[in-house]
């Protein structure tokens, strides 16, 4: 079994960034772990939902793997996400993503063709994660793939046929489950928790690292509210996640974290450029709109 | 505006007890309510999900609200679930349960004709809640009704709508929006949270008081947890937590909150009988088998 | 078993009349049965979705039985829609209905607590049907109701458990589950067909009469349909069923079937009044762009 | 505009074949090519759901589109399904399907981001459609991609976007928006019915071509529904499409219309090897129990 360093803390989802003729731009990248960094963020999973994997080719994919682990520079981890409906093309990520220097990868159940059970989960998972050596993370997130396996299960079942399972990106409103999962086998999987805006009630149930798409933009408002919670000042925590939800409401009536985000982090200085089709392009009107809302509610000064 | 006693702490949702011959057994009220009060709970929520109000008649729904303010004797709240997809029936409902001596009326949204929006809600609550003087809780439970309006919204219009609207019964999994009901108007309404396997995510994001079916048979561990959550020890209440979830693993499997909790009840002490069809009776081989699986987790110790 | 005339031909689903204050108005009914009759619709579902059962008492479903059964004097078959989730409010309706004097009853699946499987929905109805000697239709209708049971295997099931079992209404655009009920037991089970505006999809696979809403006042144009599907001209048969299309499309933009085609049926010469809450009561204004579109498509003569 | 030669009569929408190793067997396509031709089918609809276009890589969709080409020899019009959640990969797949040869182009909406309405839909088919000049058909299937927009405003709006818009591939039970479709501007689009279990029904309304899976294998079976349908003989089409039902009851028994279906193929003689993950191999055991199922409706005579 791969020798397995823990996550721990915020793991930022990042944007893709693209040029104003849409195609990739791996320069902003490097501005953009600065960044990162520089906010208190512990790694970044590229690729994923936030961003928009399924918009980009398997070659863009590929460049943006070597990008991020070239920006990274050891200050952050790289989890890059391989999911993909097509497993060859999943595997050549994962082995690219290993040849490249990536940390760990993490993969989407495949949500064209759905599995039902978590037999055919692992099933479908198991070339994809022995295809290399990096720890892999099942990206949970029944909101977006439709797939719905027990995720316990899935863990208990797939450690065994993958020695490199380190555990699940638990993006989904079940917390009865993600409290299974933290207590499979003693806690052998990591449970990255996944929706933001509650993640006080993932600490409060055991997780103790997060991936998210808010990160990218207002990590320090969330390392205060885990500083709280580590103090034992839950009250002043439920303060700041309410906070929190207040940013998630305006990302909201902006189109959601992918496309609202995207157009935050213009707004924070790492010009990531619109959102790809299917996702509608942000207009200036837009960009106005969303500046008030969010000077409304002081988010320029508290995300410092 | 009615004066409100906010509520705090737990709230049963009490299982309705029949006879053997599946007609209502009032008798059983006495005994039920004595045990409740003997374990910390403070109130209950009569004739909702649990107490299988969509399978009695209006006439039972009135004897059941009548032997439970009889039965509490001032000890526990009394809550009386009121809805119905026939608003005459609600507010018959309503009525009596104010001329009885309730403290409260709840009410699901109606379920056959859904509601599509807070306005919509509001329409069909309003002459229901003003048709008494007690303070009313929307019942939210999406799962169980479909109807997912905004709660913080409906909140937001009901309030002007219906003086008596204290807040919601809040069942559901989307904790962003239990957080944005917490803060409406500085705490105006009572959130009372709703899914026990998660009770410490509702404490986390402000909740002070939860209703559930699990709080029959199992409110010392619940009270235990709050314990630890009020005193900064989140790691214990988070084992206290995990500890209920095995509990609802096992009446998961014995068909859910109200068919297996129901017959946990029997082994609690009070008999309740069988739930009424569609929900299956519970055979004495099931009894032996749910028996088993809750001594495997030592139920019976651990909820005393 | 009980002797079973089977149903031909279209059977309306009635708008339950209403007075201004909203209370029952069971003297409109027999002006309503003249109308159906003189259309040349065969019976009457009643009390049914169309019908708002769901926002009656069970006093006024009864009242509107004998209103129906008195009104329709032999004209018209009656069949009374019993379903409810409290089973002994289901066998109340049975049973009235057959004192009554109706000529068949019908019913919904419960709709809170949902079955799952056809076996239970078969202990579901088993003592419903079995409270009375009436024919007995299971109305299926999986958007309204969220049970999705396999009906062609209800159907060879409860044969055995139901001695009145009849057919189903086949509410549901699932027509290869269709031809599976119509193919069972060499025809046994009669098929009513559903949705008005597919009604040549349903005689195209056998079936031979059709419970709808449309019928109680177009009844004139689906019977021209049905002449041109006996006569072999189903080009004519389709451009009729479009003209359906048409109509369909009018009540959508008005609240649906029920809420906008109660509202066609005052301008028939029927006034049904409003609906009950939680439909929103029809305004004047609305009443007017009603007509106006309705103008457009020519309806009031082509219903003639 | 680009001329149009309407589809009409059976389009297969062919199995991908692959070889023992899972690797694209192209060398069986000129065999299935044949076989199609042989059997009355019209065309091909290559590379949709029943091709697994989700589980190959653009360069095996590339590889696919030229095998067919060429063994279509003109005998099938072949539409080349070019969908994808990436835009550059669909684009490229359109533009090679234009210079391989092919006669149309199909695309299913993006199912990882979903667009929500008819505009965004638009918007999104735009650059894919005008990126060559082949007939472009949606393909809509809001039981695979989860994308409900309705389509006749779909085509209504782009028709004016996509001057190429000559249809849609319509695989979805609501029959009523079918007729719609029909209807649109005197018929000015092509509304390839989808679902082959209730072809009666498309025909009926009004439908002249058809795509599906089972006219892989079963396409005499359906050529004589059509046969009865044009002479007039309704209740004799019923009856093969009775048949037909029991066809499909058979796949679904063994994964479905793609899995089962596929296995089939190999019994008619064209050996397309098994589904890719995640749809689970096919064993021998499966073989046996299939072919003895198919045997005991009579199958490969009724087939003949």
Request: proline content about 4%.
């Amino acid at each position: 079994m791969v020798e397995k360093r823990k996550l721990e803390g915020l793991i930022a989802a990042p944007f893709t960034p693209m040029a104003a003729d849409g195609s990739l731009n791996t320069v902003a990248v490097k501005l953009y772990a600065d960044l990162l960094a520089a906010s208190g963020v512990k790694g970044v999973f590229i690729c994923g939902t936030t961003g928009e994997s399924a918009s980009l080719t398997v070659a863009e994919r590929m460049a943006l793997a070597e990008a991020w682990v070239a920006a990274a520079a050891g200050r952050l981890r790289v989890i890059v996400h391989v999911g993909s409906n097509c497993a060859a093309d999943a595997i050549a990520l994962a082995q690219h993503a290993e040849r490249t220097g990536a940390d760990a990868i993490g993969a989407m159940a495949p949500y064209f063709f759905k599995p039902q059970t978590a037999a055919e989960l692992v099933a479908w998972f198991t070339p994809i994660a022995n295809s290399c050596a990096l720890p892999f993370y099942y990206y949970n997130m029944p909101s977006m793939s439709g797939v719905s396996v027990p995720v316990a299960e899935f863990l208990a079942l797939g450690g065994r046929a993958m020695p490199t399972l380190a555990g699940v990106k638990f993006t989904h409103n079940n917390l009865m489950e993600m409290s299974q999962c933290l207590m499979l086998e003693d806690g052998r999987y990591e449970v990255l928790h996944g929706y933001d805006e509650i993640l006080l009630c993932g600490l409060s149930l055991g997780a103790v690292a997060a991936v998210g798409s808010t990160y990218n933009y207002a990590a320090r408002v969330y390392n205060r509210l885990i500083g709280e919670f580590r103090a034992g000042n839950i009250a002043a925590a439920a303060r700041l996640q309410q906070y929190s939800v207040k940013i998630v409401e305006v990302i909201v009536r902006h189109g959601g974290g992918v496309r609202g985000g995207k157009a935050i982090m213009k707004l924070m200085g790492v010009d990531c450029g619109s959102c790809r089709l299917p996702l509608a392009p942000f207009t200036e009107e837009e960009y106005a709109a969303l500046r008030a809302e969010l000077e409304e509610i002081d988010f320029f000064n508290r995300v410092k």
